[in-house]
């Protein structure tokens, strides 16, 4: 290992990416994790790093997350430096330059690149740090799991998995409020209960506050209301289950929330385009020619 410290000032660094043939990447990319998209996730992957590897980036317009489990790493940021050491969670706030490299003989880490968007603005207002979490051991294997199972309709609840452990690092260190976070948490909840009958009275009981101050937070995180924010996973889980299953429409209505298959195919329809069954047609159409 012939990399030396480094104590750089703010105009000292660059953009650099100093990759060894002795390292190893998986990266999850929205093309095969199209759902990474619906939470602001850029890009992900999973590493195994020896040898030569440096990253650095002068004004990067993404937040960048690592999430150590063996090995270290060093982290230069204007005027200091920090260590990462296994069981850590390395925060990188977008618009601020950074430099980490290898510390050791080998360095093994999941990340995430989060777009600085109105999910995750707010991570601008933390400073760069690396801090202990013990999710980091529960977030890195599903992340690793994520990468194997991309191809499968497995992908979204391991992806909500994710971005659930994920809120739950970021509550204390991100600068979210405890409505927020609790917010958040239950849309993420809700991929596993679309089949229930939800109304804003219900969604906003759930989290503890009024029906309007549910709504102003949905826009704050999501750009969108608590019922349009509703159905719009309510459309993914639809879209998934007509191109992955062999389920009838019916089922597929009522597993959505749609208890009449005639209501769910109109409403298909107004969303896509496309009647159900045109689309199921489609999508196994275009698995066939892959």
Same mark, same amino acid.
Request: glycine share 6%; hydrophobic share 40%.
């Given at each position: 290992?012939?990399?030396?410290?480094?104590?750089?000032?703010?105009?000292?660094?660059?953009?650099?990416?100093?990759?060894?043939?002795?390292?190893?990447?998986?990266?999850?990319?929205?093309?095969?994790?199209?759902?990474?998209?619906?939470?602001?996730?850029?890009?992900?992957?999973?590493?195994?790093?020896?040898?030569?590897?440096?990253?650095?980036?002068?004004?990067?317009? $993404?937040?960048?997350? #690592?999430?150590?489990?063996? %090995?270290?790493? *060093? @982290?230069?940021?204007?005027? =200091? +430096? /920090?260590?990462?050491?296994?069981?850590?969670?390395?925060?990188?706030?977008?618009?601020?330059?950074?430099?980490?490299?290898?510390?050791?003989?080998?360095?093994?880490?999941?990340?995430?690149?989060?777009?600085?968007?109105?999910?995750?603005?707010?991570?601008?207002?933390?400073?760069?740090?690396?801090?202990?979490?013990?999710?980091?051991?529960?977030?890195?294997?599903?992340?690793?799991?994520?990468?194997?199972?991309?191809?499968?309709?497995?992908?979204?609840?391991?992806?909500?998995?994710?971005?659930?452990? $994920?809120?739950?690092? #970021?509550?204390?260190?991100? %600068?979210?409020? *405890? @409505?927020?976070?609790?917010? =958040? +948490? /239950?849309?993420?909840?809700?991929?596993?209960?679309?089949?229930?009958?939800?109304?804003?009275?219900?969604?906003?009981?759930?989290?503890?506050?009024?029906?309007?101050?549910?709504?102003?937070?949905?826009?704050?995180?999501?750009?969108?209301?608590?019922?349009?924010?509703?159905?719009?996973?309510?459309?993914?889980?639809?879209?998934?289950?007509?191109?992955?299953?062999?389920?009838?429409?019916?089922?597929?209505?009522?597993?959505?929330?749609?208890?009449?298959?005639?209501?769910?195919?109109?409403?298909?329809?107004?969303?896509?385009?496309?009647?159900?069954?045109?689309?199921?047609?489609?999508?196994?159409?275009?698995? =066939?020619?892959?």
């Amino acid at each position: 290992m012939n990399q030396q410290p480094v104590n750089l000032n703010h105009d000292e660094f660059q953009d650099l990416l100093v990759l060894g043939p002795e390292c190893r990447e998986r990266f999850l990319i929205t093309e095969e994790v199209p759902e990474m998209q619906d939470y602001d996730l850029h890009l992900g992957g999973v590493s195994v790093l020896q040898g030569r590897y440096q990253v650095g980036q002068k004004t990067p317009d $993404l937040h960048t997350l #690592l999430f150590t489990t063996a %090995g270290r790493g *060093r @982290l230069s940021l204007p005027g =200091r +430096q /920090l260590a990462i050491p296994p069981g850590s969670v390395t925060l990188l706030p977008a618009g601020r330059p950074f430099l980490f490299e290898l510390d050791g003989d080998d360095w093994h880490m999941a990340w995430l690149l989060l777009r600085d968007s109105g999910t995750w603005a707010r991570l601008r207002e933390h400073d760069s740090d690396v801090f202990q979490h013990d999710q980091v051991w529960a977030l890195a294997p599903l992340m690793d799991s994520l990468y194997h199972q991309s191809r499968t309709p497995r992908r979204r609840p391991l992806l909500t998995l994710v971005h659930e452990l $994920l809120t739950e690092i #970021l509550s204390q260190q991100g %600068g979210f409020s *405890r @409505l927020e976070m609790a917010v =958040r +948490q /239950l849309f993420a909840r809700l991929e596993a209960q679309l089949h229930q009958k939800w109304s804003q009275a219900a969604l906003a009981e759930a989290v503890h506050c009024s029906v309007p101050h549910l709504n102003r937070v949905c826009r704050k995180l999501y750009g969108q209301s608590p019922m349009h924010r509703l159905a719009r996973l309510r459309l993914q889980r639809a879209r998934e289950l007509l191109a992955h299953s062999n389920w009838q429409i019916s089922q597929v209505a009522q597993r959505v929330g749609y208890p009449d298959a005639f209501n769910f195919s109109h409403w298909f329809r107004h969303q896509t385009g496309v009647s159900p069954s045109h689309y199921r047609a489609q999508a196994r159409a275009r698995h =066939r020619a892959d």
